[in-house]
């Protein structure tokens, strides 16, 4: 479930651009968090885990900035993994950051459609 409140702030912080600005980040993340799903898989075969941290924590940061809660606490687990050195557990919680990723972009997408209207 999306958070609103942090795309709330993004609203009041840019007053009448707000709404403007708030579909370009929704848009933004949407176009590169997918991308970074695959990178994260990539890196953890790889067992790059210097890679697979920086991604980890920027999806982390990005979807939190669009109240993706949920997406953003397992990539934070997921950065801890890594920052221990220990990528075992990740093959099993990348699956669910995916479909907490598909949750929170089917309702991303609504909040676009119901801007555009």
Request: hydrophobic share 40%; glycine share 8%; proline share 3%.
């Amino acid at each position: 479930m999306i958070n609103p409140a942090p795309l709330e702030k993004l609203r009041k912080f840019f007053g009448t651009e707000g709404d403007s600005f708030v579909r370009e980040v929704i848009v933004r993340y949407l176009q590169g968090a997918e991308g970074m799903l695959n990178d994260l898989e990539r890196y953890c075969q790889q067992q790059d885990i210097s890679q697979f941290i920086r991604v980890a924590h920027t999806l982390k940061g990005n979807s939190a900035s669009v109240g993706a809660d949920e997406v953003s606490q397992l990539a934070a687990d997921l950065e801890i993994m890594g920052r221990n050195g220990d990528l075992s557990g990740a093959p099993e919680k990348i699956p669910l950051l995916r479909k907490a990723f598909v949750t929170a972009k089917a309702e991303l997408e609504q909040i676009l459609q119901q801007d555009a209207s």
